[in-house]
């Protein structure tokens, strides 16, 4: 893959962050709660600069897909018009195109306002299954500058209770980089 340029900022060791997301500037010796923590410094440098949330967060779910090997990474945004939860950018095999309120993970999410973590999808009452690989998933709402859910994290995992409690604070360390600058951002197609 070609290297897209610098960009702006710096990743707190004075490297220059690559807009590439193979060539985090994260140690992947590392266990995974590490490696996510190491990359929120870089993945504001790549989301502060580039104003469409869609490549913002096709970058998001690419940059910790990239340093955990998860399953599925990706986001599903609130449509107040439908009332629902419609697929946005992620990372991982096809998925459903959209989750309706009360039914699943994503659905809790977004309802209750709060972190889902779910050590085994098929004890989860309601869970939609939109691939049969997924064992268990951590689902993070996404705020707007009003504190409203404007979206959610999904990262679904093919190992059963995979995802340790440091994992998940980090998690949250980058959903709130993703927080701070969706009203930033435009949402055009263009």
Known sequence: MACLGLRGGRDGRGVYFWAVAHDLPIDMTLPRADRLAQLATPL????????????????????????????????????QAQDNLVLGPF?????????????????????????????????????????????????????NAEGDVVAVWDIDSADADDFSAAEVAALEALTAVVSSLWDSWTWSPA
């Open 91 to 143: 990372q991982g095999p096809i998925a459903c195109t959209r989750l309706f309120r009360g039914k699943g993970v994503c659905a809790a999410a977004w309802t209750h306002n709060q972190t889902q973590v779910v050590p085994d999808v098929h004890a989860f009452p309601g869970h939609v299954a939109c691939s049969s690989a997924s064992l268990s998933e951590v689902v993070l709402p996404v705020h």
């Open 44 to 79: 504001r440098a790549l989301l502060e600069d580039e104003a469409s949330g869609w490549a913002n967060l096709a970058n998001a779910s690419a940059a910790v897909s990239s340093a955990t090997g998860w399953h599925w990474v990706g986001f599903y945004l609130v449509d």
